[in-house]
C-alpha cells in the first residue's frame, strides 16, 4: 500500500471513529457532522471523499459493527474446548464488553432503531445473530445440557429481546460500565429456565469457564 493509499486509509477510520463516538452520543437525527469533523481533524472534503452523505457515514459505522460482532461470534465458535452454552456465554460477554469499550457497538444500538436502517438491520447483525444463536441452543439441547421441550427458536429470540432490552436500559440510565454483568444475569436466568437440572446443578458448583478479556479485542 502507498503512502497516500495509507492516509488516506487512516483518514476515513478516523472519520467513522468520530462518527460512532457522534452517533452513540446523539444519535443519528442531531448528530453533528462539524462536531465528526473536528473530533477526526478531517476536512469536509475529505469526508465526501469517502462518504456521499450522513447516512452513507451511518452505515459505515454499522458495518464496521457487523465486523466486530462476527470477529467476536468466530472466535468464540472455534473454541472446541467449551461446551455450547460456555461458548454462548462467551459471546454474550465479548459483545457486553465490546459495548463498554467501542464507540461503534454503541452507536450501532442508536442506529438500528432508525426506520431509515430496518433493512440493514434484518440482514446484518440481528440475523447473524439468530443464527449463531440457533445453532448454540440446539448443539446444547442434543447433547442434554438444554430440557428436551425447550424450544431453541424461542430461546434465542427472547435472549436476544431481553439483551436488547438491557443495552436500553444501561443507555438509559447511562451506566455503560454494568453492561457485561446485565448480559450475564440475562443469559444465566434464560439458561436457568431451559437448562436440565443436571447441567444448572454443574454450572452452580462451577460457573462460567471462560470470559472475554480485553487483549483479545486488539
Aim: glycine share 6%.
Amino acid at each position: 500500500m502507498s503512502g497516500q493509499q495509507e492516509r488516506a486509509r487512516r483518514t476515513r477510520a478516523a472519520i467513522v471513529e468520530s462518527a460512532a463516538v457522534e452517533f452513540a452520543r446523539s444519535g443519528y437525527t442531531a448528530a453533528s457532522l462539524n462536531q465528526i469533523l473536528e473530533r477526526s481533524n478531517a476536512t469536509k472534503g475529505a469526508m465526501y471523499f469517502h462518504f456521499g452523505s450522513k447516512e452513507d457515514l451511518a452505515r459505515a459505522v454499522m458495518r464496521d459493527a457487523m465486523i466486530r460482532y462476527k470477529q467476536t461470534t468466530d472466535r468464540w465458535l472455534a473454541r472446541t474446548d467449551l461446551e455450547p452454552l460456555e461458548i454462548l456465554h462467551g459471546i454474550v460477554d465479548e459483545i457486553g464488553l465490546r459495548f463498554q469499550l467501542e464507540a461503534v457497538l454503541r452507536a450501532e444500538y442508536r442506529l438500528i432503531v432508525e426506520p431509515d436502517f430496518y433493512a440493514d438491520v434484518q440482514s446484518g447483525a440481528a440475523s447473524g445473530w439468530g443464527q449463531v444463536g440457533n445453532v448454540l441452543a440446539e448443539r446444547a439441547k442434543e447433547r442434554g445440557d438444554l430440557r428436551p421441550d425447550v424450544d431453541v427458536a424461542k430461546f434465542t429470540r427472547v435472549l436476544g429481546a431481553a439483551l436488547a432490552g438491557q443495552r436500553y436500559m444501561s443507555d438509559l440510565l447511562a451506566r455503560p460500565e454494568d453492561i457485561r454483568e446485565l448480559f450475564e444475569e440475562t443469559l444465566e436466568m434464560i439458561v436457568e429456565a431451559s437448562a436440565t437440572p443436571q447441567w444448572w446443578a454443574n454450572f452452580k458448583r462451577c460457573g462460567w469457564q471462560d470470559s472475554a478479556h480485553e487483549e483479545d479485542l486488539r
